[in-house]
């Protein structure tokens, strides 16, 4: 008699790098140039950024850039976003980068985003 068994898959071994952080999340950031609002809201949606690199995600209007695709990367809970040019829906032409960080279902943000050579030091958190 043989006996052949098997232990039942558990989801989160299956599950790759990025997924944790893919989804909608409501932002709340504090940012540091006089010329906005300290304290602003908005939606930020991130999804898979590649099917070939795991790491890799799209986020979705960082920063209210609107439908401006900024890429970013993935290491255990952390994602960083490089030294990025992008030309927003709103505003001018902005560079941002910046470390964000999970913590349970909050994910933080601190980053810069130098436009018209103003530099804006910002921190986002999850609501």
Not at 49 to 66: C, I, M, P, W
Not at 92 to 97: A, D, H, L, R, V
């Amino acid at each position: 008699m043989i006996a052949i068994g098997c232990a039942e898959d558990d989801p989160n071994d299956l599950a790759l790098p990025r997924d944790k952080f893919v989804g909608t999340w409501t932002m709340e950031s504090h940012h540091s140039d006089p010329n906005q609002a300290a304290v602003q809201h908005w939606d930020l949606i991130i999804e898979p950024g590649s099917t070939s690199d795991e790491a890799l995600v799209a986020l979705k209007n960082f920063n209210f850039t609107g439908n401006v695709t900024i890429y970013a990367n993935v290491n255990g809970n952390n994602i960083t976003i490089p030294e990025t040019s992008v030309d927003p829906d709103i505003g001018g032409e902005q560079t941002i980068k910046g470390t964000g960080n999970l913590n349970g279902d909050v994910l933080s943000f601190t980053y810069t985003s130098i436009e018209a050579q103003v530099t804006d030091s910002a921190t986002a958190v999850s609501q």
